[in-house]
């Protein structure tokens, strides 16, 4: 009797030490997706900042009777590093959404649909 109790016992504290581990390695991943957000809002913030300079530059260029701004090299290096900035946004994004995926995983959900919410509707409509 005392085997079974003991035998109990020890699937009932593995099974809460397994429940506290994943919640501790989930936290420190919700902890991760947060520094990942400040990374999107900071790549955010040098995007804007990015396309008002590339927005002056067509300005400028345009004021000084380029017919096609989109040739000049100011315009063309605001083109590229606003492009850059913007890869560097979606690679956090992208991060962000592994590391969601690997919390579900973990709690044993069903992986979240490919398409958005939206298409998802209008499949389910027919349309």
């Known amino acids: 009797m005392t085997a079974?109790?003991?035998a109990k016992a020890k699937e009932i504290s593995s099974g809460a030490l397994a429940l506290v581990w994943r919640f501790l390695v989930n936290t420190g991943r919700r902890g991760l997706i947060l520094l990942r957000w400040l990374g999107v809002w900071w790549q955010q913030w040098?995007?804007?900042?990015?396309?008002?300079?590339?927005?002056q530059e067509v300005h400028?260029?345009?004021?000084a009777g380029e017919i096609n701004p989109m040739l000049t090299e100011p315009?063309?290096?605001a083109v590229l590093r606003s492009r850059d900035l913007k890869a560097a946004r979606d690679r956090q994004l992208a991060a962000i959404?592994?590391?969601r995926a690997r919390i579900r995983e973990s709690r044993?959900?069903?992986p979240e649909p490919e398409g958005k919410p939206?298409?998802?509707n209008t499949a389910a409509r027919g349309e």
């Open 4 to 6: 079974e109790y003991s």
């Open 46 to 55: 040098r995007l804007n900042r990015a396309w008002r300079r590339l927005g």
């Open 60 to 63: 400028l260029a345009l004021e």
């Open 75 to 77: 315009v063309r290096d």
């Open 97 to 99: 959404a592994a590391i």
């Open 108 to 110: 044993g959900l069903p």
């Open 118 to 120: 939206a298409d998802l």
